[in-house]
């Protein structure tokens, strides 16, 4: 689990396994290799050659799935997920997969994403006498996968689709069969990948390298497929370029163990580290990365720069999502519980200290002065990413834009309120060359202001301004 305390948190991961025997309990191990991408709540559903049978909670994927849970969960065909809720409330309601039972017969479905006309057409939904059982956008391509006046379920499914705007990487259980799907700019990662005769498919590859499944390609932005045993069969074929590939995947989300949009994800951290470093140079004696997101970044600042990269901050890994609070205050007491500096290394020093991106600013604000108390001389913080200007609509949970620190500070400011002894950004130019993927195929909004599909919020907002 990534534990920045004012950092974007992570969106969902997806899970599925086609013609295995016990495909849930492939996707409970699938799922735990994308805990990184929620751990607000999991669920798997699975068909047990009569019906769709799910089980859903509130936690960790090893806390929910004990192995009587996973029993109760037979059959070959399998789907999962892990959520972070970046649409609807943090609520059981809204764990993954929804399942209901259509006039196509039953269905699940785990999506990660975000509609960004799904206020509008919920509310036509409802006006046509539709009843919502959860506060989630993905409730609202089941209704639309529902109403369709259709002979099939994929039929149904494509209706759907048709419908709705934004980002959606989701993966559909009807019966025996899975239907894959991905927006047509391709915003949140999909992978296709083989087990011995059976199916997989995951947010990321980790997912893969856990179970030993073999990655065959990823699913093509605005490509629809059915999955059943042995068969694939394209239903809707992939869109051309331009993309909208979300560049936070690399800078922070995703495993740096994966492959994200054709790249090992590691690799670009530290290529975006070696830039970072000859854009915004420092001169100092060490470099310490925050764990665990900054340290690729800071080991390529370090290659680059000559400096030696140190770990001079070391994270309590056995930190859950809650834990008591000393009544006595304690200062910084949040960051102090999950990071330690090693004041050997530290103390004296001139410290370089990297990190993939600044949010609020208040956790690097505390790291500075963890340091500093450490005895760090100087800390020159340095950033693997442009400035944070504007929130997410595609499927990240992100502050509203009056908490974003670079949209009320400049970069001088910044550095004062977090205490540091310079503050230096990789330029968005800098950050996209170090993707092999062209510069127009990624989502750039956060860091930009340019959005590819204009959500129903940034439309009300720009109105205003006008």
Partial sequence: MRWKLDAFRE???????????????????????????????????????????????????ADIFSREVLASLPGEVAIGHVRYSTAGDSALANAQPLVVNTQHGPLGVAHNGNLVNAGALRRRLEREGAIFQSTSDTEVILHLAARAQTAGV???????????????????????????????????????????????????????????????REVAPGEVLLLAREQLQVLRPPSPPPYAHCVFEHVYFARPDSQV?????????????????LEQP?????????????????????????????????RNHYVGRTFIEPKQSIRHFGVKVKLNPVKALVAGKRVV????SIVRGTTSRKIVTMLKAAGASEVHLRISSPPTLGPCYYGIDTPERRELIA??????????????????YLSEEGMLACLATPSRNFCTACFSGRYPVLAEEEAALAKTER
């Fill in 154 to 216: 994929e039929e149904a499914l494509l209706q759907a689709l048709a419908q709705v705007q934004g980002a959606y990487s989701l993966v559909v259980l009807s019966r025996d069969r899975v239907v894959v799907a991905r927006d047509e700019l391709g915003f949140r990662p999909l992978v296709l990948g083989k087990l011995e005769r059976a199916w997989v498919v995951a947010s990321e590859t980790c997912a893969f390298d856990l179970l030993g499944a073999e990655l065959v």
């Fill in 407 to 424: 949209c009320s500070k400049s970069v001088e400011e910044i550095r004062a309120f977090v205490g540091a002894d310079s503050l230096g």
């Fill in 282 to 314: 420092a001169a100092a004696d060490v470099v310490v990365g925050v764990p665990d997101s900054g340290i690729p970044a800071a080991l390529g600042y370090a290659r680059f720069s000559g400096l030696p990269f140190v770990l001079g901050l070391v």
């Fill in 261 to 277: 949009f054709g790249e090992d994800v590691g690799v670009v951290r530290q290529r975006m580290g070696e830039r970072l470093a």
């Fill in 11 to 61: 969106e969902c991961g997806v899970c599925a396994v086609v013609g295995a025997a016990d495909a849930a309990n492939l996707v409970y191990l699938g799922l735990y290799a994308l805990q990184h991408r929620g751990q607000e709540s999991a669920g798997i559903a699975s068909f047990d050659g009569k019906g769709i049978r799910v089980h859903r909670a509130m936690g960790y994927v």
């Fill in 353 to 356: 200290l990297v990190d993939d």
